[in-house]
């Protein structure tokens, strides 16, 4: 609090200037100031007017709470040091605040108390127009949740101040039919990018034959290639999370077979790059994750209108596999599924599960050859 005066056009005029803080949120902080007054007792006066603006308006901030920016700092800060009641990994420390400054970024100055329902909906709403998955935005609206709990049991906010993603229902996906490539559009796919000889090709033609996953491609060395006994070892995946090369989803190695279509592949590879480490070509785009993008706008040239995304191939493998009569657990342990439940709804897909149930179900009449036969009455 100042009152300081100054000289203008010969005259003397005061200036009254106020500045407090918070005492539990070091990040508010309130200023006033006015100028032009022309006596030292009307500056008395203002400097009480402003200060008790600047108290009103620091109780005003400190009920609101802190930024949402502010809370997801502190939570980072807290986690790594392992004060969050959940000991978690740095990798997902940072997972979990990327997607936040990611997906809430309209939140980022906003103060707790004035995050609302609306809130909410708008970032859900945004989350479906993007065309993301219903899993992904429940993983979403999960670490908001969380994020949230662990500010109110720190005192940041408020018990009866809710999430602002509380209650939003979200449809499960569990029932919805995801849509895959047919045969005839993957040899379409295949035939149309080695004609135009696109920079994918043969990344969709290894990821289609082996269902092998984005980071396990990205990851794969020659030295993961035996042609000896026609075996691909798949020990590793990349993670452009940690930004580098970590073990398979479920920690666990996996043989491929190599079939004649794959070792062609294989070997148009290993002509490319006699030198190289890796398998695969570092396409562009691919480690920044626009992997799926890249494969809609070319399946869209070349007139496949089907929103998929590069983990379409895997399924496509599966499905296609067991519908040629390969039995599901081999399709399984060559495509790294860990469980069944997860599994069958490529079984589904495929309708190995009912193929030939109703064969021997007859039941309508055989009219053949009964055009001539007299009906008595």
């Known amino acids: 609090m100042a009152i300081t005066s100054y000289e203008k056009n010969g005259k003397t005029y005061y200036r009254v200037y106020i500045q407090e803080r918070s005492n539990r949120f070091c990040n508010i902080r ?34 609101k709470g802190i930024t949402w920016k502010e809370l997801i700092y502190r939570w980072e800060i807290s986690a790594k040091s392992g004060l969050v009641g959940k000991k978690y990994c740095r990798g997902a420390i940072v997972d979990d605040t990327n997607t936040l400054y990611k997906h809430t970024h309209v939140w980022m100055d906003k103060r707790l108390r ?11 709403n945004t989350l479906f127009n993007d065309s993301y998955s219903s899993s992904r ?41 995801k849509p895959i490539l047919t045969l005839e559009e993957i040899k379409k796919l295949l035939y149309e990018a080695e004609v135009k000889d696109h920079p994918w090709r043969l990344i969709w033609a290894v990821a289609i034959l082996t269902g092998m996953r984005s980071g396990e491609l990205y ?50 590879l290993k002509t490319q790059s006699l030198d190289g480490e890796y398998v695969l070509p570092r396409a562009s785009g691919w480690k920044e994750g626009a992997a799926g993008k890249i494969l809609r706008n070319f399946l869209v040239k070349i007139g496949i209108e089907k929103y998929v ?10 499905t296609h596999v067991l519908s ?8 399984m342990k060559m ?37 001539n036969v007299l009906k008595l009455r």
């Open 324 to 331: 040629s009569g390969v039995e599901p657990t081999k399709v």
């Open 137 to 177: 935005i429940k993983h979403v609206k999960g670490i908001i949740n969380r994020m949230w709990n662990w500010g109110t049991e720190e005192g940041l906010i408020a018990e009866e101040v809710k999430s602002p993603v509380h209650g939003i229902q979200i449809e499960s996906e569990k029932n919805q039919y």
């Open 335 to 371: 495509g790294g599924w860990a469980d069944f439940k997860t599994f069958q709804i490529y079984v589904r897909m495929a309708g190995v599960d009912v193929k030939g149930v109703t064969d021997d179900f007859k039941v309508m009449p055989n009219l053949q050859g009964t055009d």
């Open 30 to 63: 309130v200023q006033r100031s006015k100028a032009g007054i022309e006596n030292e007792a009307e500056a008395r006066r203002e400097e009480k007017k402003l200060t008790r603006l600047v108290y009103e308006q620091v109780a005003r901030l400190e009920a």
């Open 219 to 268: 990851a794969l060395k020659w030295a993961d290639v035996d042609f000896d006994n026609n075996i691909v070892r798949i020990t590793k995946s990349y993670s452009p999370r940690i930004k580098g090369v970590k073990s398979t989803k479920n920690s666990e190695w996996r043989n491929a077979h190599i079939s004649p279509d794959l070792k062609n592949v294989f070997i148009q």
């Open 114 to 124: 004035d995050l609302g329902r609306a809130d909410g909906r708008h970032v859900v």
């Open 309 to 318: 995304n590069f983990h379409t191939l895997r399924a496509c493998f599966a």
